[in-house]
């Protein structure tokens, strides 16, 4: 079935630090990837999104590119601040039975200090 | 334009009680999804329907869930009887469609089962 492993957590960061996140994957075909975060207290929205190998997405300063030979989406940004603090998870969205369906990894916590 | 709408946010019952929760889509969005979020993980599949179909509802526990989408708009997320397992956050999502279109998703009830 299709998965999605996310880095374990909680991560904390000082502002202005670089940020990553690892997310591989496990998939039936070519899945489209994304990245979602849930702020306190909010929704879980969506960040960025890559729908074939070799995509870049890319969203307020952050970025993620499809990599289908290693199966990985990892985060990136290159300077964090005080209010990217949230949960991120990675997911993923695969054809056939599972059309339609977002597979979710665990959620990496960041929290970001001054 | 409005979000998907969630109520209650919170919910408190004792087991064995019965428990309904209900989602507004953002209006267009034929796709409507039911997730679980158990404390520390990834949100996981309930349901999903395609305007009044539920096309996918293999992770739906259905001795004790039902759902309803009457007229393809608003849906019920029903629970009876809760167990004490039930206790997580139920999330709503909405789409336009397609594995690629991005899901929105509500706030999400805080269900507590005691």
């Known amino acids: 079935g299709n998965s999605v492993t996310q880095m374990e957590g909680p991560v904390t960061l000082s502002e202005e630090a670089f940020l990553t996140i690892n997310c591989t994957y496990t998939a039936t075909g070519y899945p489209s990837l994304f990245w979602y975060v849930q702020y306190p207290g909010e929704g879980l929205q969506l960040l960025l999104k890559?729908?074939?190998?070799?995509d870049k997405g890319s969203n307020k300063g952050f970025e993620a590119t499809y990599r289908k030979e290693t199966t990985s989406f990892h985060l990136e940004k290159g300077s964090v601040q005080v209010s990217d603090s949230a949960v991120y998870f990675c997911?993923?969205?695969?054809?056939?039975?599972?059309?339609?369906?977002?597979?979710f990894g665990q959620g990496t916590i960041l929290t970001v200090h001054p | 334009e409005a979000g998907v709408v969630q109520s209650p946010r919170y919910k408190i019952i004792e087991k064995k009680q019965p428990v309904a929760f209900w989602c507004n889509p953002i209006s267009g969005h034929n796709t409507l999804y039911w997730y679980l979020q158990n404390l520390g993980q990834g949100p996981e599949l309930l349901i999903r329907?395609?305007?009044?179909?539920?096309?996918?509802d293999s992770q739906l526990p259905k001795d004790r869930f039902s759902a309803e989408r009457l007229k393809g708009v608003d849906s019920t997320l029903k629970i009876q009887p809760a167990e004490l397992g039930d206790s997580a956050v139920y999330l709503c999502?909405?789409?336009?469609?397609?594995?690629?279109?991005?899901?929105?998703f509500g706030p999400g009830t805080r269900l507590t089962v005691l």
């Open positions: 997911a993923l969205s695969a054809g056939g039975t599972s059309y339609g369906k977002l597979t």
């Open positions: 329907y395609e305007n009044e179909e539920a096309v996918d």
């Open positions: 999502a909405s789409s336009s469609g397609g594995s690629y279109n991005e899901q929105f």
């Open positions: 890559a729908t074939k190998a070799d």
